[in-house]
């Protein structure tokens, strides 16, 4: 809904360029999926966002803490991360700086390759560092595991650790073949965790059949938005193609390739 004010202040032309302005507004907000986000910390192609503008993707993140320059026009909400544990101690004031209602925690903490932080230390932090944004009405998303075999019970002792924590939702990571074997795990980690609503925020078929990843891209983003207990979702990722990808959003050019028209336009 949206409306005019003429305060026959101005002349006429200044009124329609205001009435026009709103009504540009009203249409890119309603056009977008709630759900449907960007992985993408591509800064070498920063540019590449304006395809992303009146899209059907509302929010973006980049595993950082501070909204890029180039996101400032496009109305994509930016969401801050915590990927580890350096800097967490300026976690909150940056957030708080920005203005962000929503965060995202550590990032692959059961990974030695990736943040890779002990639950017990990691439980410890968040209180200290990160729940107390909570109180201020950040929406707090825990930490995102993989679906390694480390994963499910690492965020298992994190939350038996974190006894004073409160999470608004749980990010998990997915990658591998199959809408099945998709479903199965997603379906599972609700089962183990159904106090929370779950966040998908990487998540990739990883076939080498270009006609395979379509599909699967296609079908799991309408299911994930007919799943209640689904917050929200973010495909690997919205970078250019390189040789021997398969699931980038983006051509070398940086323009949408058929996966990103799926996942960009696709229904909702
Ligand atoms: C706390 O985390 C440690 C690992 O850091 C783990 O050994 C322990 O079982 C966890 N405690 C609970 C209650 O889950
Ligand atoms: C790719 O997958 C599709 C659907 O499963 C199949 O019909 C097609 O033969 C596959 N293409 C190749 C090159 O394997
Ligand atoms: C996506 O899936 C629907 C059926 O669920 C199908 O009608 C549509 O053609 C598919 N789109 C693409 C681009 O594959």
């Known amino acids: 809904m949206q409306f005019c004010v003429f305060r026959f202040l101005g002349n006429m032309l200044n009124t329609v360029s205001l009435c026009v302005l709103a009504l540009a507004f009203a249409h890119s907000s309603a056009a977008s999926n709630a759900k449907r986000g960007l992985a993408f910390a591509d800064s070498a192609d920063p540019t590449d966002i304006s395809v992303a503008e009146n899209t059907q993707v509302s929010w973006v993140y980049d595993w950082g803490t501070t909204a890029p320059s180039y996101l400032a026009d496009s109305g994509i909400t930016y969401i801050p991360m915590q990927w580890g544990a350096s800097g967490v101690e ?11 209602k929503t965060i995202l925690g550590f990032n692959e903490p059961d990974m030695s390759s990736q943040s890779n932080i002990e639950p017990a230390t990691a ?4 209180t200290q560092y990160i729940q107390p944004l909570g109180a201020d009405g950040v929406q707090l998303g825990a930490p995102a595991v993989t679906n390694g075999p480390t994963g ?17 939702f749980i990010p998990l990571h997915w990658y591998g073949e199959g809408l099945g074997n998709f479903y199965n795990y997603i ?5 183990e965790f159904a106090s929370w609503p779950l966040w998908v925020t990487e998540f990739a078929s990883t076939s080498t059949n270009v006609s395979e990843v379509q599909d699967f891209c296609n079908q799991s983003i309408i299911y994930l938005d007919s ?9 690997f990722a919205f970078y250019r193609e390189t ?12 323009n949408l390739n058929t996966l990103g028209e799926i996942y960009l336009d696709g229904t909702d």
């Open 90 to 100: 300026d976690f909150a004031a940056t957030v708080q700086a920005s203005g962000a």
């Open 227 to 235: 799943l209640d207990w689904i917050g929200g979702y973010s495909w």
């Open 187 to 191: 379906w599972s980690f609700h089962g």
């Open 123 to 126: 439980a410890s932090l968040w």
């Open 243 to 254: 040789s021997g990808s398969y699931y980038n959003l983006l051509d070398a050019n940086g």
């Open 152 to 168: 499910t019970p690492w965020l298992s002792q994190f939350l038996g650790n974190c006894t004073e924590c409160t999470f608004d």
